[in-house]
């Protein structure tokens, strides 16, 4: 007896609509005082309207579904970025319009950035693998940026990426309790901390040149 293709295509339209449930509802009770340890996959399924048994079509257990969530954020939060780099492209300041987006990010999705944050530091060593493995991805790519952008070699845009994820998550975890003035002066300390890091950059980056032309002139020099 063959299947129908339809009841196929349908069947699985169903179960990613239950298993986005599963994720919407773990998302919405986190909080400034919830954090993902502190759910039970009974809260979690009866908050998506569902049976507890129905948890375990989609997740072997909660930890499964927190990984997942991990993923997700740090997928969103690279997404936007890229989104910021195309507006950038447009014109206007590179660091201006990242730290602008990123701050759009904290107000909008204050629980997904407070997962990242907590299950970095937590007790799962799963949890801060993967919350380390999303910072790493997004401070890759960030190093890709700044070579092609601004024609740094691998180490030095490494160095200036990694400096300013460092600066902006802590920017991101002192944004989550300020409200809209304090808001504001955050970003822009933090557009300003930014701006130090990318001209010691540029500055370190043009001393290396100059130091590897004075090199080869010598040694061009010494084969004469």
């Known amino acids: 007896m063959t299947r129908c293709p339809a009841m196929s295509g349908i069947r699985?339209?169903?179960?990613?609509?239950?298993?986005?449930?599963?994720?919407?509802?773990?998302?919405?009770?986190?909080?400034?005082?919830?954090?993902?340890?502190?759910?039970?996959?009974?809260e979690v399924a009866k908050e998506?309207?569902?049976?507890?048994?129905?948890f375990y079509r989609?997740?072997?257990?909660?930890?499964?579904l927190g990984l997942t969530l991990v993923d997700e954020a740090g997928l969103t939060l690279r997404q936007l970025m890229r989104q910021a780099r195309q507006r950038i492209e447009k014109g206007g300041s590179v660091i201006q319009i990242s730290?602008?987006?990123?701050?759009?990010?904290i107000e909008n999705n204050g629980n997904i950035f407070r997962l990242l944050l907590r299950e970095r530091s937590g007790t799962s060593a799963a949890f801060r693998a993967a919350v380390n493995r999303e910072i790493r991805y997004f401070t890759l790519e960030l190093c890709d940026y700044l070579q092609q952008a601004n024609k740094l070699d691998g180490e030095v845009a490494y160095l200036q990426a990694n400096a300013a994820v460092t600066i902006v998550f802590s920017a991101g975890s002192d944004a989550?309790?300020?409200?809209?003035?304090?808001?504001?002066?955050?970003?822009?300390?933090?557009?300003?901390?930014?701006?130090?890091?990318?001209?010691?950059?540029f500055e370190f980056s043009v001393r290396n040149e100059n130091r590897s032309e004075l090199k080869s002139k010598k040694v061009k020099g010494e084969t004469k």
Do not use: W, Y
Request: include cysteine; charge should be positive; hydrophobic fraction near 40%.
């Open 99 to 105: 730290v602008r987006t990123f701050m759009e990010f």
């Open 176 to 201: 989550l309790d300020c409200d809209k003035n304090d808001l504001a002066e955050l970003a822009q300390r933090t557009i300003k901390q930014l701006r130090f890091i990318a001209r010691g950059a």
């Open 48 to 54: 998506a309207g569902l049976a507890p048994t129905s």
């Open 58 to 64: 989609h997740f072997s257990d909660m930890d499964e």
């Open 12 to 42: 699985a339209l169903q179960k990613e609509k239950t298993r986005r449930q599963l994720i919407d509802a773990a998302l919405g009770q986190l909080s400034s005082e919830r954090s993902f340890s502190s759910l039970s996959l009974r």
